[in-house]
């Protein structure tokens, strides 16, 4: 065992779930892009708010609602931290990524986009970053194009700059394909399309987990993730904003929290963050993710990326030995994420044998159906990886994949 192993093999003993047998096998977890396990520390934060903390946020004239705010706050302040914004009021708590694609589409998008102009993505994007941006185009007349990737999963720049143009007023891209497993470079693609007066979105979902993020560095105008990737509560997330940009915008949501005043005939709004945080938030959510981020600060970011490569490089290594085997995406700079399939297998087939030998991974298009078009297929399996995983883990999934070969070639 290397240095990183015998740490990571520490970290793995704080992961109930992974005590226990699956289908009378070893729970071998590779399912982390979908969304990550829970470490005991972040349950027990979680499980104690419930216990002696539990009271409203923002309004309660009493101790617990005290506690309670100041928890919530806490959270907002370690959020801030985490992505270097330059203020707290640049975060906003939302649901998750999805939610704060919807935000961004909606308050900003139906405030400054009209017929004509053009929102860039890219081929690799998920649902969640698609969609909201097709509903709201259709609202004012604009365009949704999408920048093409290379055969290796990599996105082609020569597309992405051909694509961008003074009618560009958004650029919006993951930080990390969720299927391909791709890194984009956040810093140049927020410059480039700064240059022709774009604003910058970027979904954050899968890059959180792996490394940590400057957004004053990068530069983009908003940024998204969702607490349940990176070790935290589900139906929780962020949306970061530059200062400047959220004071612009309307609110998204109306009710409760998010107002100045309200009269019968007319309301004034607050100041954001709370402008866009109608209603009784995910209070439990904030504090879990304080938390989560807390456990990976112990650990130290430089240390789970290093980890996660060799992860990588060894599953990758060990699955291109399978005869039939064929990987999606092989960029040089990617995420602890392998795409795959069995030739003349579907994925759905590999995937229900592999769940049998207790390994756990995604097979499905994966929220990404322009990307899968792409490619010219209905969907692969999956295998990602995380903080948790280990040696036995990827030679679990790859005498798997060759029993799936056996049974179904
Ligand atoms: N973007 C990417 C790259 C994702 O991987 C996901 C989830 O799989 C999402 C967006 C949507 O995240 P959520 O469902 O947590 O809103």
């Known amino acids: 065992m290397n240095e990183l192993e015998s740490l990571f093999s520490s970290v793995r003993n704080e992961f109930p779930a992974l005590n226990q047998k699956v289908h009378g096998k070893t729970l071998r977890y590779l399912d982390s892009a979908a969304t990550t396990l829970k470490p005991k520390a972040v349950v027990d934060r979680i499980s104690h708010f419930y216990s002696y ?49 919807n935000l961004v589409a909606h308050s900003w998008g139906l405030t400054n986009l009209k017929d004509g102009d053009e929102i860039l993505i890219t081929e690799m994007e998920h649902h969640g970053n698609i969609v ?11 365009k949704v194009l999408a920048a093409k990737i290379l055969d290796n999963g990599e996105l082609d720049l020569e597309d992405f700059k051909k694509k961008l143009s003074a009618k560009t007023k958004m650029v919006a891209f993951t930080a990390c394909s969720n299927v391909l497993g791709t890194n984009n470079d956040m810093a140049l693609l927020t410059k480039l399309a700064h240059e022709v007066g774009a604003k910058v979105l970027i979904d954050g979902a ?27 509560p589900f139906g929780f997330g962020v949306l970061y904003g530059k200062k400047e940009i959220l004071d612009q915008m309307p609110p998204y949501q109306g009710g409760g929290s998010m107002i100045a005043k309200v009269t019968v005939d007319k309301t004034t709004f607050n100041e954001v963050p709370f402008r ?40 990758t290594a060990k699955l291109e030995m399978i005869p039939d085997l064929k990987i999606f995406g092989t960029a040089p700079n990617k995420g602890p994420i392998i795409s795959f399939n069995l030739k003349g297998t579907h994925h759905s087939d ?7 030998e207790g390994v756990a991974v995604r097979a499905g298009h994966h929220c990404t ?11 692969t399996v999956r295998a990602s990886f995380s903080v948790y995983n280990n040696r036995e883990d990827i030679d679990a999934l790859v005498k798997a994949v060759a029993k799936a070969r056996e049974m179904l070639l």
């Not at 959270?75 to 330059?86: N, P």
């Not at 909201?132 to 604009?142: F, L, S, T």
């Not at 590999?350 to 049998?356: C, K, N, P």
């Open 369 to 379: 159906q322009p990307l899968m078009a792409r490619l010219g297929i209905p969907g």
């Open 53 to 101: 903390e539990t009271s409203n946020v923002h309004r309660g004239a009493h101790y617990l609602g005290d506690v309670a705010t100041q928890a919530f706050e806490a959270a907002r302040q370690k959020v801030a931290e985490f992505l270097h914004a330059k203020q707290i009021e640049e975060i906003v708590f939302v649901r998750g990524t999805t939610e704060g694609v």
């Open 276 to 315: 866009f945080e109608a209603g009784t938030p995910h209070v439990e959510g904030a504090i879990g993710l304080h938390a989560a981020i807390d456990f990976m600060e112990k650990i130290g970011f430089e240390k789970i990326h290093a980890y996660e490569m060799e992860l990588l490089k060894e599953a």
């Open 206 to 232: 899968q890059i959180v987990s792996q490394s940590s993020v400057d957004v004053q560095k990068i530069d983009c105008d908003f940024f998204v993730f969702s607490a349940h990737k990176l070790f935290g």
């Open 350 to 356: 590999v995937g229900q044998i592999l769940d049998q």
């Open 132 to 142: 909201p941006w097709q509903m709201v185009a259709e609202k004012v007349g604009a």
